[in-house]
């Protein structure tokens, strides 16, 4: 048995010297090496990360789905998520940190944090649909509306981590490549997030239309525009089967 420690490196630049190393040693039958220790701890740490993150995916999509009573506008807001994870690459090889176990849980993290932008452009995007809006202009008015609200939640955040993320304090460094990812993954996922997701919902709701999808998106709610009311009737109806212009009492109809 071989032991060592480490001084001044992190364990995965450690553990790939060392495979190079023995890479062409040739061991007689019935001999293997393994690596044990610190690299095995953190080998079943990240199985187990693994597992959780797909199973927080799982859950937000579940929710989502439950909320929206549609499969068809969860999918769409997931697709913020590996928006985030290109924030998270960019932001530890600009910090020169190193994908560990708080970096790890900081992923998990941002799967039900970025999504929350998505969720409020896809929602307010519905709500003018039920009004009589036609798509293309509602996706064209919901952005620049929920712009505000999407920036300070994410300025908010991040602004919180950066403390974290700048390693101050005892543990601060231990605990610093956490807030790296947060801050990266969320930053990206935002600034993409205002431009993919209504293309995205542009692209699945033509499908949708189509048939394409008919299955998935058994529970897409119908957008149709408000019935008119006309003067002279509490029920919206016409009375007396007159047309709008000509109604008993000669004035137009409210809804337009």
């Known amino acids: 048995m071989v032991t060592a ?17 023995l890479a062409d040693l040739k061991l007689p039958p019935g001999y293997a090496v393994e690596y044990g220790g610190e690299n095995k701890e953190m080998m079943e740490a990240f199985a187990s990360l693994g597992l959780a993150l797909v199973l927080a995916v799982f859950l937000v999509y579940m929710i989502m789905a439950a909320q929206f009573e549609s499969l068809l506008y969860p999918f769409v807001i997931m697709f913020s998520v590996p928006l985030a994870f290109v924030g998270v690459v960019w932001a530890l090889a600009l910090t020169r940190r190193t994908l560990n176990v708080p970096s790890f849980m900081g992923v998990i993290m941002l799967v039900g944090i970025v999504v929350n932008n998505a969720i409020v452009l896809v929602d307010y995007i519905n709500t003018l649909r039920r009004r009589g809006m036609e798509r293309d202009e509602a996706v064209l ?13 994410t300025l908010t955040t991040v602004l919180a981590m950066l403390p974290l993320a700048l390693g101050l304090g005892e543990s601060g460094e231990a605990q610093a490549p956490m807030a790296t990812v947060v801050i990266g993954g969320l930053t990206l ?18 499908l949708g239309r189509r048939g394409l999808f008919a299955r998935l998106v058994s529970l897409r709610p119908r957008w149709r525009r408000p019935s008119p009311v006309y003067a002279g009737s509490s029920d919206g109806a016409n009375p007396g089967g007159s047309s709008a212009a000509g109604g008993a009492a000669g004035d137009p109809p409210r809804g337009e």
């Open 5 to 21: 420690g480490l001084a001044g490196r992190s364990l995965g630049a450690a553990m790939r010297d060392v495979r190079r190393s």
């Open 141 to 153: 008015k919901a952005g620049p509306t929920r712009l505000r609200p999407i920036l300070m939640t």
């Open 189 to 206: 996922s935002t600034l993409l997030t205002l431009v993919v997701v209504p293309v995205v919902y542009t692209i699945f709701d033509d």
